[in-house]
Nanobody
Framework: QVQLVESGGGLVQVGGSLRLSCAASGSIFSINTMGWYRQAPGKQREMVAVITSRGITTYTDSVKGRFTISRDNAKNTVYLQMNSLKPEDTAVYYC?????????????????WGQGTQVTVSS
């Protein structure tokens, strides 16, 4: 019943910028932490940035000072502004969200994932 839809990926040159968006929809009671992960070919999926429901952010060291995560609670949307992109940023980027869903009188908290969007940084 809950779906995360990502957009904004593409091809960009070194030093360029991209803005990723991820909108959650469905039978949502509340959205807690939201975040972005990425997976490059042959590598493990890694956390890029997370943001709590209060707006507290955490970044992996390699993107600090270059990426900014934000959210619009009215739109159930999380964003990732990526500046000064490097070839090592090339990966599939996945949106994730911890969402509480109420069905009848039972509250269930699940982690949901988007389909992924490709980001390619060329030199």
């Amino acid at each position: 019943q809950v779906q995360l839809v990502e957009s904004g990926g593409g091809l960009v040159q070194v030093g360029g910028s991209l803005r990723l968006s991820c909108a959650a929809s469905g039978s949502i009671f509340s959205i807690n932490t939201m975040g972005w992960y990425r997976q490059a070919p042959g590598k493990q999926r890694e956390m890029v940035a997370v943001i709590t429901s209060r707006g507290i952010t955490t970044y992996t060291d390699s993107v600090k000072g270059r990426f900014t995560i934000s959210r619009d609670n009215a739109k159930n949307t999380v964003y990732l502004q990526m500046n000064s992109l490097k070839p090592e940023d090339t990966a599939v980027y996945y949106c994730t969200a911890r969402i509480t869903v109420e069905r009848a009188f039972v509250i269930v908290e699940n982690d949901y994932w988007g389909q992924g969007t490709q980001v390619t940084v060329s030199s």
